[in-house]
């Protein structure tokens, strides 16, 4: 099987070897590369272990499915176990990663998800790979509805919110900044309804990093995020000082995802002018940057994040 493709942006083959999707997460690594291996019986265990835990075991199959040989040494799988509902499910996500890379057809990943979550009714996870691929091919309505669908079976989930937020920034996008976009109203709504500790505390942080996006690619917003004015208005103020007091508060070491978080905080901190709030978040992100916001509106992710630590951290 031929390699999925590289990620978009100018600086695509060093930015492919600077990040990893799994992040910090070693078991998985491990896992996966038994799998690419053929050895799937590692990852049969790691599902095993993570259980009801939603986000991380999200964030697990999707990592998994990005391989290019996840789908048919998940076939393996299933025929040697033909009722692993875990087999199932990552043949779905799977299967809708090679959707989006243009190597299977839509219907193809809506029933392998549909079949999956048939199995496993509790389990967010196949409505999760349904939201990916509504998100970048469906209509307005579907993505709502799968939100809802993972949304009921784990109110807090990570990854889901953060779909919707993208989702949501691009609406209007040659409308111009806008304080009362539909974005921020979605992400305080989800701050609200979270528990104190939940790390979707962040989400309005996020939900402003997507709307620059999507606005400096209309050409509304500088293509330099350091200099446009998105990051330093009273309500980005607000925004970034809520999420870093919050971060500082209620840290969660735990969340799979966290580290996500932290680069759009430590983006967010640099774009602001706040050096000192930056170089905190760059100590704790350590070696494990993420594309986004990083590449925000299309920049090479590793050279940008690489001057945004050097600068904070007073290395440069």
């Known amino acids: 099987m031929s390699p999925p493709p590289p990620p978009l942006g100018r600086g695509r083959k060093r930015a492919a070897q600077a ?13 996966r590369t ?40 998940t076939r393996d799988w299933l025929l040697a176990e033909p009722e692993s509902a875990d087999a199932a499910v990552l043949l779905a996500a799977a299967t809708v990663q090679r959707t989006l890379a243009g190597k299977d057809k839509p219907d193809q990943a809506r029933d392998a998800c549909h079949a999956a979550a048939a199995l ?4 967010p996870t196949p409505w999760l790979g349904l939201l990916q691929l ?46 009362l976009h539909e974005v921020y109203d979605f992400a305080h ?29 209309a050409g509304l917003e500088s293509t330099d995020p350091a200099s446009s004015g998105h990051w330093v208005g009273r309500r980005a103020r607000q925004v970034m000082k809520a999420a870093f007091d919050w971060w500082l508060e209620w840290e969660r070491d735990d969340h799979p995802r966290r580290l996500i978080d932290l680069n ?51 290395t440069a």
């Open 189 to 217: 709504w989800a701050v609200e309804q979270a528990p104190a500790d939940s790390p979707l505390a962040i989400l309005p942080v996020v939900a402003h990093a997507e709307r620059y996006r999507v606005l400096a690619a």
């Open 264 to 314: 759009f905080l430590a983006h967010a901190k640099f774009c602001e002018g706040r050096g000192a709030e930056a170089a905190a978040l760059f100590h704790r992100i350590g070696p494990h940057q993420t594309p986004e916001p990083w590449s925000y509106p299309d920049r090479d992710p590793h050279t940008a994040f690489r001057a945004a630590r050097a600068s904070a951290l007073g």
């Open 19 to 31: 990040f990893d999707a799994a992040l910090d997460d070693t078991e998985l690594v491990a896992a």
């Open 120 to 123: 496993v009714p509790d389990d």
């Open 134 to 179: 509504e998100r970048n091919m469906g209509a307005e309505d579907a993505v709502v509805q799968l939100f809802d669908e993972v949304r009921h079976r784990s109110p807090d989930h990570h990854h889901a919110h953060h779909l919707m937020i993208a989702r949501l920034a691009e609406r209007c996008a040659t409308a111009g900044p806008d304080p």
């Open 34 to 73: 038994a799998l690419a291996q053929g050895r799937w019986q590692a990852v049969r265990a790691l599902l095993a272990t993570t259980g009801d835990d939603w986000d991380r075991r999200g964030h697990r199959v999707t990592v998994l499915a990005l391989e290019s040989g996840t789908a048919a040494w």
